[in-house]
């Protein structure tokens, strides 16, 4: 535009568009290129997973089984004794990455994760109380469900409360970090005294629970995370058709019709509910949440976490991360140590990458 | 500046504003050392003004109930109200420093690596050298704040994004995540090291004489020198790159020399007392809300408020919890996060 009014004869390079029904999109070939082999690199390692193992098994027989034509050993080997602990991989990921991919964009900040919303340090503190002051015997009573669902209380509770202390006549991005920095340090600072305090024989059994692990996952356990996850992001798909144009901008968002304080509360709810189903399932995994949107934005070019391949690239690191953590280490090392030592480096790579360009 | 209003000559305003300023700071300051008086006084044995005053100044006697009062005051409360101060001040410092150069709210003075990178260290070398001695391990941890700090802002500064905000600010996280990981892992596979570390990462300003005290004041010392000159550059940085070029600023010299100032601080104070987190993220908020966001007055606030909080954190640490105490850095966070969660709630830091 200049200042006559009269419009430049240039056409802006706009991408396609494609509309189906009253759903409407962009055409970006480059993102669903990228998706696309994140999701076959996922399957790709989460088949690898399922078949290493003291019994191991080929990768065609792999796909075979999954697909409901193995043989009957292979099908119980992968079944009843791999596939679980393969599926929270995948599922915690997703969980993570999505949980991850909404903070930052809700709160316009790449430092956003659920954790710095208190709801990792708040299952952590739950569980190192159950672990440290009621003793390692009582907390085996309770036994290894009882303590994912008193850390799943733990992160969701500590989660409203920085919703809820966060709230006035709406919620603001950054009021809603501070806050939850603050809550988020309480709780950390809670952990600490506790561990501090504590036996040096229950420390250790903590500290393993807080670095994140995929060890012996039951289908019991599995299955609630699944079903639980798949529902969220069922209703974040729903959102996140509303939730585009806040990237613009408050006004501008609701100038485009969105009306933003409700879509951003139920998103911000499922990033809750997600990140907490997550730590439920493999204990707090720390830092998927942080890199998975950020390196997925870098991989699709993308100015804003995109959704799709952030739960990529979460899979894909979780179980590459686990595969790793049970064949490449010589001592067994917790899943959350793998994705830290993996994660870290990969998003500074990505980032000095983009930086000589 | 926010501060000058249209219909008043600006001149008279920016008077005030600074009478304003410049009574807060002393403010501060006899609080400070009002803190640090009642900081000699209180403790395991509660001492008397007079007490503390003989423990102080007085010549050495033969009275054996003076002495044992002489000893505690040199050797126990002196180190750990110098240490809360002096460490107060770098990280309050280092925590405001830090948010204007990323120019990002939630930056913390752990954000470079510099706790990570401490953690690591001592991790480390209590792992492979079997050391137990706080004092031997001291200048591991500097080494380590000070190796991370520089390899984050390396990373940060290679090519064409050279010292973008955003960049040093994920640099800084990809690099912490890392170091965090290798720690656990360390610290998974050798009792001692967990056993030390869990002790460490409390993060306490008790138990630490002035050999180690005096080398650590020397480092910060240089932080805040550093971060005086790098003062008014800092103020122009945050118009924006464009602009502070245009007025002259050396971008790439001055956001050296004040990534410089931060690891220094952070690095010495972690080294020190172990990573004491959200005091500098805090004090910076209350900083900047009561001086604005020229950071020639916000930076001498926060320093203050640093040392302030810190004191008084470890202060409470001493009293709440007798016969035993808490660490500086947990009460850190039990009583400044709520108070600081009050402040945002109503709405004090709107334009952080």
């Known amino acids: ?77 992968i079944m009843d004794l791999r596939m679980p602990r393969a599926l929270a991989g995948v599922v915690v990921g997703i969980g993570l990455g999505v949980s991850g991919a909404l903070t930052q964009s809700i709160a316009r900040n790449p430092l956003a994760s659920p954790d710095v919303l208190g709801i990792t340090n708040g299952a952590s503190a739950v569980a190192v109380f159950l672990v440290t002051v009621s003793g390692g015997t009582a907390a085996a009573i309770v036994s290894s469900v009882g303590l ?72 019991d356990e599995v ?38 304080s409700a879509v951003r509360a139920v998103l911000l709810l499922c990033a809750v509910l997600l990140a907490g189903v997550a730590v439920s399932a493999a204990g707090p995994v720390p830092f998927v ?42 001592v067994g090392l917790p899943v959350g140590v793998v994705t830290a030592a993996i994660g870290g480096p990969f998003l500074v790579y990505l980032l000095v990458r983009a930086n000589r360009r | 500046m926010g501060t000058i209003a249209v219909e008043r000559p600006a001149s008279k305003v920016t008077t005030q504003a600074r009478r304003r ?20 006084a209180v403790g395991a044995r509660a001492l008397s003004p ?38 107060g001040v770098a990280l309050g410092v280092g925590g405001a420093l830090i948010q204007g150069y990323t120019r990002n709210p939630i930056a913390d003075t752990g954000l470079l690596g510099v706790n990570s990178g401490a953690s690591f260290a001592v991790v480390t070398v209590i792992a492979v050298f079997g050391l137990s001695d706080p004092f031997q391990y001291l200048w591991f941890a500097f080494l380590g704040a000070a190796v991370a700090g520089v390899v984050v802002f390396g990373l940060a500064s290679i090519g064409r994004g050279a010292g973008n905000p955003l960049t040093l600010a994920l640099a800084g996280q990809g690099v912490t995540v890392f170091l965090a990981a290798m720690t656990t892992a360390i610290a998974l596979s050798d009792q001692k090291s967990l056993n030390a570390l869990r002790f460490w990462n409390a993060g306490s300003v008790a138990g630490v004489g002035f050999g180690v005290i005096w080398p650590v004041t020397g480092f910060i010392a240089a932080g805040l020198v550093l971060a005086l000159i790098t003062l008014p550059a800092l103020n122009l940085l945050n118009l924006g790159d464009d602009v502070a070029r245009g007025l002259g600023v050396n971008i790439a010299l001055s956001r050296t020399i004040g990534i410089t100032a931060i690891t220094l601080l952070a690095g010495a104070a972690t080294a020190a007392c172990g990573p004491i987190a959200f005091l500098g ?68 830091f709107k334009n952080a």
């Not at chain 1, 409360?161 to 919620?171: D, M, S, T």
């Not at chain 1, 639980?228 to 609701?254: S, W």
């Open chain 2, 21 to 40: 300023r410049v009574v807060g700071l002393a403010a501060l300051v006899l609080i400070l050392v009002a803190a640090g008086a009642v900081s000699l």
């Open chain 1, 223 to 260: 299955q609630v995370a699944v079903w639980g996850t798949l529902v969220l992001l069922v209703v974040v798909a729903g959102a996140a058709f509303q939730f585009k144009p806040m990237h613009l901008g408050d006004d501008v968002a609701a100038g485009l019709g969105v009306r933003y």
């Open chain 1, 1 to 77: 535009m200049n200042r006559t009014g009269v419009k430049p004869d240039v056409k802006p390079s706009v991408a396609p568009g494609v509309r189906l029904g009253r759903v409407s999109f962009v055409w970006r070939p480059w993102i669903v290129c990228v998706s696309l082999l994140l999701g076959a690199a996922t399957f790709l390692v989460f088949c690898l997973s399922i078949g290493v193992g003291d019994f191991p098994i080929g990768l065609p027989q792999v796909i075979a089984t999954i697909f409901g034509r193995g043989e009957q050993v292979d099908e119980f080997v």
């Open chain 2, 50 to 87: 007079g007490e503390v005053w003989h423990g102080l100044f007085a010549a050495p006697e033969s009275d054996q109930r003076l002495t044992e009062i002489r000893l505690i005051v040199e050797t126990v409360r002196v180190p750990r109200t110098v240490l809360a101060i002096v460490a």
């Open chain 1, 289 to 330: 949440a942080l890199v998975a949107p950020q390196v997925a934005m870098r991989l699709a070019r993308c100015p804003t976490p995109p959704m799709v391949a952030s739960a990529l690239v979460g899979a894909l690191l979780l179980t590459g991360s686990d595969l790793v953590a049970r064949t490449a280490l010589p």
């Open chain 1, 148 to 219: 994912s669902a008193a850390a799943l209380m733990g992160g969701l509770g500590t989660g409203l409360l920085v919703y809820f202390l966060a709230w006035r006549r709406g919620i603001d991005g950054l009021r809603l970090i501070l806050i939850g920095i603050s809550v988020s340090a309480v709780m950390e600072a809670l952990t600490t005294w506790l561990l501090v305090s504590a036996d040096i024989r229950d420390v250790a059994q903590a500290q393993a629970w807080l670095v994140g692990s995929l060890d012996d996952r039951s289908w």
């Open chain 2, 281 to 348: 993220l805090m004090v910076a908020h209350v900083a900047r809300y009561l001086t604005g966001p020229d950071y020639r007055w916000l930076v001498p606030y926060a320093g203050l408020l640093g040392a302030i909080v810190l004191l008084v954190c470890d202060i409470v640490g001493r009293l709440v919890v007798r016969p035993s105490e808490l660490d500086a850095g947990v009460v850190v966070a039990l009583l400044g996060a709520p108070f600081f969660a009050a402040l945002v709630w109503r709405g004090k």
